[in-house]
C-alpha cells in the first residue's frame, strides 16, 4: 500500500512500521502566510485493478508573537492653529501587528524627550488605545513653531515586540498680535516733534514710522494710512515703506504745529492695528520750535492722575483742620462751662495756705507746722479737721475777723471715726460725672 498527499507543501510522510505512517514537517511553518492547511491522504493497494481511498485532515497554525508592530509611516507631520484649547485632538497614529490575538494588541506611548527645557509630556499626550495625540497647553507660534517627539508602539506579547516613529507638530499662526511701534517713540508727558523748514519742498522726507509684527506671513505685512491731520493737504504717508513726505511746498500760512495721526494695520484676517501720533514744526530754527510747542498739553490720563492726588490730599489736609477746630472748640466750651459752674456753686471756699506759712498780719497763736497741718486737711486723712456730713451742722468756717486762724465746729460725730462713710459734699459729685460724660462723648464722637 501507497500512501501520498498534496504537494507543495512544508510536509512529508514517515513510516517506521507496515502500513503505519506518521506525518513531520518539512519546512517552516508561518501563520502569517499560511494560517491554516488541508491535507489529503490517498491510499492505494497493490491489487490489479489498484483500489485508493481519500481522507482530508483540516489544522490550524497556532500564533508566536514573532512580529513588532509597524507603522504605517516612517515619520508623521500634523497641523495645529496656535492659541488651541487643551485637550484639543491634534493627530492620530496607527501600527499594526501581523500576529494574532494578545500578540497583535498594540499600545502607545509617548517616548520622554526633552524640548525647549522641557518633557514632551508637558506639550502633548497620547492615548495608550487609539493612538490619538492631545495637546496638553495652548502653543503660542511666537514661542515655539515646531514639537518633534516620538511614539513607540508595543504588542501585547511576551516578550513584548515595538517599534517607534517621530512626529513633527508644525505650529500655524493666528493673528493675534497687533503691530507695534517702534518708531517715532510715544513718551507719557513730553512731546517729540519733527522738525520741517519753510523752504521745504514737494517731497521732502519728514520721517519714518517704523513699525513691526511679530506674527508671520501675511499676518505680519503692514500697510501705513494717513488717519487724521491738521492739515491733509500738506503730508501724506507711503502705504507700504512708512514716509512721511510734503505733498505741495511749505508757505507762511502753513501752521507752525502740525499733529498727524497714522494708522499702522497688518493684513491678517481680522486685521489689527497700532496708531501712532507724529508731531511735525514747521519752523527754521530749535528755538522757534521750543517755545511753540512748550504750551503742548499733557496727558490727560497723567493729569487725571495729578488732579485725582491732590483732590485727595486737600481733602485729607480740610478734614484734620476740622477736626482740630473742633476739639479746640469743645476744649475751650468745657472749661468755660466749669468756670461757670464753680463760679455759681454754693460750697464753702477753703483758702490754700503755702507750705511753711505763718500768721504776719494778726496776733495768730498758731505755729508754722501747725499752719502747714491746716493746709493739708483736704487730703490728709491725719488731719484734725473734720468734713460733716451733707445735711448736719458739720461745716468748715473762715472767721473773716480772724487773721488767720480757723474755727471748728465740730458736732456729734466725725468722718475720721468712721473710715467706711462717704464723703458728700453737695455739688462735687455732679460735677466730677458731667466731667467724665463730656469727655467720654468727645472721644466717641472722634472715633466715629
Known amino acids: 500500500m501507497v500512501t501520498h498527499f498534496n504537494a507543495n507543501m512544508p510536509f512529508m510522510i514517515q513510516s517506521s512500521l507496515k502500513n503505519y505512517f506518521t506525518l513531520v514537517t518539512n519546512g517552516v511553518l508561518n501563520r502569517e502566510s499560511a494560517p491554516e492547511y488541508n491535507i489529503t491522504f490517498t491510499a492505494v493497494d497493490e491489487g490489479s485493478p489498484p483500489l485508493s481511498t481519500n481522507k482530508t485532515i483540516s489544522f490550524k497554525v497556532s500564533d508566536v508573537n514573532d512580529n513588532a508592530p509597524i507603522f504605517e509611516l516612517s515619520s508623521y507631520d500634523a497641523d495645529v492653529m496656535e492659541n488651541n484649547s487643551p485637550g484639543l485632538s491634534v493627530f492620530s497614529v496607527k501600527a499594526n501587528d501581523a500576529d494574532f490575538g494578545q500578540n497583535a494588541r498594540v499600545s502607545y506611548f509617548l517616548i520622554d524627550s526633552e524640548l525647549n527645557g522641557s518633557p514632551s509630556s508637558s506639550y502633548v499626550s497620547i492615548n495608550a488605545e487609539s493612538g490619538v495625540i492631545q495637546a496638553v497647553q495652548s502653543f503660542d507660534y511666537e514661542q515655539i513653531k515646531t514639537i518633534t517627539f516620538h511614539v513607540k508602539a508595543q504588542d501585547g506579547g511576551s516578550p513584548p515586540l515595538s517599534s517607534n516613529t517621530t512626529v513633527r507638530l508644525i505650529i500655524l499662526d493666528q493673528?493675534?498680535?497687533?503691530?507695534?511701534?517702534?518708531?517715532?517713540?510715544?513718551?507719557?508727558?513730553?512731546?517729540?516733534?519733527?522738525?520741517?523748514?519753510?523752504?521745504?519742498?514737494?517731497?521732502?522726507?519728514?520721517?519714518?514710522?517704523?513699525?513691526?509684527?511679530?506674527?508671520?506671513?501675511?499676518?505680519?505685512?503692514?500697510?501705513?494710512?494717513?488717519?487724521?491731520a491738521t492739515d491733509r493737504a500738506l503730508f501724506e504717508v507711503g502705504s507700504q515703506n512708512g514716509e512721511i513726505r510734503t505733498v505741495r511746498q511749505v508757505t507762511e500760512k502753513d501752521l507752525l504745529k502740525q499733529r498727524l495721526t497714522v494708522i499702522v494695520e497688518d493684513n491678517g484676517q481680522p486685521s489689527r492695528s497700532a496708531t501712532v501720533i507724529v508731531n511735525v514744526a514747521v519752523a527754521d530754527s530749535f528755538p522757534e520750535v521750543l517755545s511753540e510747542f512748550?504750551?503742548?498739553?499733557?496727558?490727560?490720563?497723567?493729569?487725571?492722575?495729578?488732579?485725582?492726588?491732590?483732590?485727595?490730599?486737600?481733602?485729607?489736609?480740610?478734614?484734620?483742620?476740622?477736626?482740630?477746630?473742633?476739639?479746640?472748640?469743645?476744649?475751650?466750651?468745657?472749661?468755660?462751662?466749669?468756670?461757670?459752674?464753680?463760679?455759681?456753686?454754693?460750697?464753702?471756699?477753703?483758702?490754700?495756705y503755702p507750705p511753711r506759712y505763718s500768721d504776719t498780719l494778726g496776733t495768730g497763736t498758731l505755729p508754722h507746722t501747725y499752719n502747714y497741718e491746716v493746709c493739708r486737711t483736704t487730703d490728709s486723712r491725719k488731719s484734725d479737721?473734720?468734713?460733716?456730713?451733707?445735711?448736719?451742722?458739720?461745716?468748715?468756717?473762715?472767721?473773716?475777723?480772724?487773721?488767720?486762724?480757723?474755727?471748728?465746729?465740730?458736732s456729734e460725730k466725725s468722718i475720721l471715726d468712721e473710715p467706711d462713710s462717704p464723703l458728700e459734699v453737695s455739688g462735687f459729685v455732679p460735677t466730677f460725672f458731667s466731667y467724665n460724660y463730656v469727655v467720654l462723648f468727645f472721644f466717641s464722637g472722634i472715633a466715629l
Request: glycine letters at 6%; proline letters at 6%.
Open 385 to 410: 479737721c473734720k468734713f460733716g456730713r451733707a445735711g448736719s451742722q458739720n461745716v468748715l468756717i473762715m472767721d473773716p475777723s480772724s487773721t488767720g486762724t480757723m474755727q471748728r465746729m465740730q
Open 175 to 228: 493673528n493675534d498680535n497687533p503691530p507695534q511701534v517702534l518708531y517715532p517713540v510715544q513718551t507719557a508727558g513730553s512731546v517729540v516733534a519733527e522738525m520741517v523748514p519753510r523752504s521745504a519742498d514737494v517731497g521732502y522726507l519728514v520721517t519714518k514710522v517704523v513699525a513691526v509684527d511679530v506674527d508671520s506671513g501675511q499676518n505680519a505685512w503692514l500697510s501705513y494710512k494717513l488717519q487724521k
Open 294 to 352: 512748550s504750551d503742548f498739553p499733557h496727558d490727560k490720563d497723567y493729569n487725571g492722575n495729578l488732579t485725582f492726588y491732590l483732590v485727595l490730599a486737600l481733602a485729607v489736609v480740610s478734614f484734620l483742620f476740622i477736626t482740630c477746630l473742633v476739639v479746640i472748640i469743645s476744649v475751650k466750651i468745657y472749661r468755660w462751662r466749669q468756670s461757670r459752674i464753680l463760679y455759681h456753686s454754693s460750697l464753702p471756699v477753703i483758702p490754700y
